[in-house]
């Protein structure tokens, strides 16, 4: 089988590394992006000044400010961070039609038809691009297949580059941890830690009966991923199916009037978001409800318009039925296939 040529490319702290860029005073300083409520707001993500202090991306900004009281904090600029996102794909298709991408600032390339030249030498040839068109920075693997491309991209970011070729490669990731594996997540971090499997090299003693027996469906890929085997192929045309934004709060809120302005919170982000694409693509809306004691549920409707009354009624509707504390509230809409376009990582708060 021929080996493959597979690019991951992944934009650093790509909107306050964007907002830096157009104000550089705020370099060198902690800078977070996001709701600048303390009380109510999420942060988008933040720098790695402000990271070096604990501060993540889907952080409350009360928590952030606990961590970093000297956080600076920004609204996001969504337009901004899609210009540099198109700008950035454009030059990604000089070099393949098999652009596969996966948020704003996230994308697989497949440049195996690209003979003339190693695919580390095209991988730099873009980050260098980017640099210059942009004058922001991203981070590169490269690689045969798309878990050890996106592994490379991460390993020394930022402006991070990093080749895995295919030599040894069992015995060279022995040591990473599992937490890098594409689809493993805290939970099942968790659990593998509680089994005591906490590197590749744990996963490879294993036999794949025993993968399957504790993780179902997951135990081959885990086998082979662990492995560094990874037959999934770069989708160019592959869409996203649905946007939502959530809000879990710091306390939980028992009466209408009080979830209300969060419910407008997660539409208006919503909103700002969705006028990026194609808001006539939308299917359905929906409203997850998080209730104190865990339980959960959503109740969609097929789209009519997209109205914050619309997703208000939704709410009521669904309320009504289970008049409880609630812990985190959340607005979403589901799109028709075949959407030609890319949608970004909603801003979650969980
Ligand atoms: P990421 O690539 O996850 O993060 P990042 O680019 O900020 O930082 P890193 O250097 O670690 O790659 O997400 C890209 C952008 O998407 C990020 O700048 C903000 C946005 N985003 C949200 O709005 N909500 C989220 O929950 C996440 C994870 C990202
Ligand atoms: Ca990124």
Known sequence: MKVKKIIHFDM???????????????????????????????????????RKFGVKGAMPTFIALKK????????????????????????????????????????????SHITDRYASRVAKEIQEKVKRETGLTGSVGVSYNKLLAKIGSEMNKPYGYCVL??????????NFPVEWISGVGKVTTEKMHRQGIKTFGDLQMK?????INDFGNFGPKLFNYSRGIDHREVEPHRERKSLSVERTFSENYYEEKKLEPWLRECFNEMALRLD????????????????????????ERAMSEFTFENFLNLFQERFQVKPEAVRLIGTGVKFYSHRPKQLMLPCVAT
């Open 12 to 50: 650093d702290y790509f909107y306050a590394q964007v907002e830096q860029r157009d104000n550089p005073s705020l370099i060198g300083k902690p800078v977070g992006v996001g709701s600048d409520n303390p009380r109510r707001g999420v942060l988008c993500t933040c720098n790695y000044e402000a």
């Open 165 to 174: 070729p295919p030599d040894r490669i069992s015995e060279r990731i022995k």
């Open 68 to 111: 970093c009281p000297q956080l600076i904090l920004i609204k996001p600029a969504f337009k901004k961070y899609k210009e540099a996102s198109e700008t950035i794909f454009n030059i990604f298709k000089q070099y393949t039609n098999l652009v596969q991408g996966i948020s704003l600032d996230e994308a697989y390339l497949d440049v």
């Open 276 to 299: 990026v694409f194609d808001s006539k693509l939308i299917k359905n809306i929906f409203i997850k409800i998080k209730y104190a004691d865990f339980s959960q549920t959503t109740i």
């Open 207 to 211: 036999t794949k009966l025993d993968l």
